[in-house]
């Protein structure tokens, strides 16, 4: 076993219950090695290691920026300015920082010089990397409103073109969807109804279709490849499966598949191995934002402790000396009283007898 799979296994431990942005991720690593020698089948290995006989993967430009609209979101979070006009200056300044210290991942000629721009302004494009970077968006936008404001903040200042915002926003808002638990044709309805037709299927297009760097003949594909699926192994296999531009096909299928069904855990590790420090570390933080933001959206819900208690999450309130997130706890019992535990210790897994539970498990229908 590789050096690096024992680092990622180790550092998955870090993240969430959620796939937050790894499906994006692990879409655009297994295409990488395709984008230029396409693979007409879904016959392939997923992801290739430098040790193994085959061409190795490795992330690109669409895992980067994904990650850099990431930590933009972040930074607009923390700071006092919550306009998206605000949202707009972290992007800019995300994505360069990001793009300068991953010089070598692949970028378009264009966005190439933009990320070295002193003044960097809008370039009319309408090219697929609005729609690869942009998952983020669909995380942590609180309603569908919110994603699509969010989306044109970070999109327009590069891909201003009204396909490019259109790529964009249909990729968050189909993330959206799936991470907030749309059924497939509920989500293939919007998408139909709002962005593309979908006039095709997967099987009718592969022969002919070819490599395509237009959010217009990108985004459909992608967008039909998770459409097509049955998991999210099977829909990045598909994604890949048509040919054309394979690490960012999949990358926008993977997002939104990673919303719909997860990432299996085998996956998503292995994925991590990929990736370098400075990007497992922005993936890590905005995996801890979005588990902390989740967390809070449980105040007044029920929660049943492992050992057969009742308790009522009344909120949240942090420890004066280590700034540590805690929990206020009521219990549903006895009087009611309150109690207080580190939210880590709240929300986390623990082992009894052989068995993995939750130490509080969500009460069915108390949410």
């Known amino acids: 076993m590789s050096k690096n799979y024992e680092r990622a296994r180790s550092l998955s431990e870090h993240c969430g219950p959620r796939p937050h942005l790894i ?64 949202l707009s200056s972290c992007a800019i300044k995300s994505m360069q920082a990001f793009g300068r210290r991953h010089p070598n991942a692949g970028y378009g000629g264009s966005f190439r010089a933009w990320l070295q721009d002193k003044n960097p302004r809008p370039y009319n494009s309408w090219g697929n990397g609005a729609a690869m970077r942009v998952s983020a968006c669909g995380w942590v936008g609180r309603t569908l409103d919110e994603v699509k404001a969010m989306s044109r903040a970070v999109t327009e200042v590069t891909h201003n073109h009204p396909e490019g915002i259109k790529g964009a926003e249909a990729t968050a808002v189909a993330t959206f969807l799936a991470r907030t638990g749309k059924a497939m044709g509920e989500i293939r309805e919007v998408v139909v109804g709002d962005y593309y037709p979908l006039d095709f299927t997967l099987d009718k297009i592969r022969s002919n279709y070819e490599f395509d760097v237009s959010c217009q003949g990108s985004v459909p594909q992608a967008l039909e490849a998770f459409f097509e699926s049955t998991s999210f192994e099977d829909a990045i296999r598909n994604a890949i499966s048509i040919g054309g531009d394979s690490d960012t096909i999949g990358a926008i299928c993977g997002a939104v598949a990673g919303g719909y069904y997860g990432v299996p855990d085998e996956i998503r590790i292995k994925s991590l191995s990929f990736l370098d420090d400075d990007l497992i570390k922005t993936l890590v933080a905005f995996d801890a934002m979005v588990v902390t933001e989740e967390q809070h959206n449980l105040v007044g819900c029920e929660f049943r402790h492992f ?9 949240f309130a942090k420890d004066s000396e280590t700034m540590e997130e805690m929990v206020i706890y009521r219990a549903l019992y006895d009087g009611g009283g309150l109690w207080v535990r580190p939210a880590k210790m709240f929300f986390e897994t623990i082992e009894r007898d052989g068995k993995r539970m939750k130490r509080f498990e969500l009460m069915e229908g108390k949410a």
């Open 23 to 86: 499906g994006a991720i692990v879409g655009d690593i297994a295409g990488s090695r395709f984008e230029w020698r396409n693979c007409k089948s879904k016959d392939f290995t997923l992801l290739v290691g430098s040790h193994d006989e085959e061409t190795p993967c490795r992330f690109t430009d669409d895992s980067v920026m994904t990650l850099a609209i990431a930590d933009a979101i972040m930074k607009w979070r923390e700071g006092s300015d919550t306009s998206y006009a605000a």
């Open 307 to 315: 050992k057969g208690n009742r308790y009522r999450l009344e909120g």
